[in-house]
Every structure is written in structure tokens, then in C-alpha cells.
Nanobody
């Protein structure tokens, strides 16, 4: 059974950091890419970062603050977010896509339920 489970969200002050985890099961990360998305209230879901094997990519406007990587556990992908801003407030989801990161949401076929990130003073 394919599963993706996000964790690590919470409430932080601006300038803080969070480490989000996506624990996967039922498939191999050697065959699927993992993308991290976020959706803020009233806004469309956006892809913020993607990892295909060792190839990591981050949305241009978030480079320098986001880092994606595999955890020591081979089935977990983490998203480190530094210097958090109020506009980072959103539900963060991870999802899988066959093959590489093509930055097209239609490629992602299984999703987790999300983890809430709230940034406020």
C-alpha cells in the first residue's frame, strides 16, 4: 500500500526554522521523485521543491531558504525551511511522481494528508 505521511509542522515566529518530514512506504524512492507542495488559504497549491534520487530542485523564489534531501532513513524525504516568513504559512504536502521532477503537478499521483505550518509573531 502506497503511503506518504508528513510531519514536523507547527507554529513558529518569523525568522525561525522547521524541518518537515515525508515518510514513504509501499514504493521505492529509486523509482519515484518526491515533491513538496504547499497551499495557503485562498491560494492555489504550488510546488516548492522536488527530489529525484540525488537531484534536488527548489522554486527560484525560495532558493536559499529551502533544502530538500533524503533523511538517513532511506524512505524519508525532509524539507528544511529556514528564515520562515508569514507568507510561508500553509499546509505542506508531499507527493510522488514516477521518474524525474518535471515540475508539473499532474505528474504526482499519490499524496499525503499534509502538515500545517503557521508563521506569526
Amino acid at each position: 500500500q502506497v503511503q506518504l505521511v508528513e510531519s514536523g509542522g507547527g507554529s513558529v515566529q518569523p525568522g525561525g526554522s522547521l524541518r518537515l518530514s515525508c515518510e514513504t512506504s509501499g514504493f521505492s524512492l529509486n523509482m519515484y521523485a518526491i515533491g513538496w507542495f504547499r497551499q495557503a488559504p485562498g491560494k492555489e497549491r504550488e510546488l516548492v521543491s522536488c527530489l529525484w534520487k540525488t537531484e534536488a530542485s527548489v522554486a527560484d523564489d525560495k532558493k536559499g531558504r529551502l533544502t530538500i534531501a533524503r533523511d538517513n532513513a532511506e524512505n524519508t524525504v525532509v524539507l528544511q525551511i529556514n528564515n520562515l516568513r508569514p507568507e510561508d504559512t500553509a499546509v505542506y504536502y508531499c507527493a510522488r511522481a514516477w521518474g524525474s521532477c518535471l515540475w508539473d503537478q499532474r505528474d504526482f499521483d499519490s499524496w499525503g494528508r499534509g502538515t500545517q505550518v503557521t508563521v506569526s509573531a
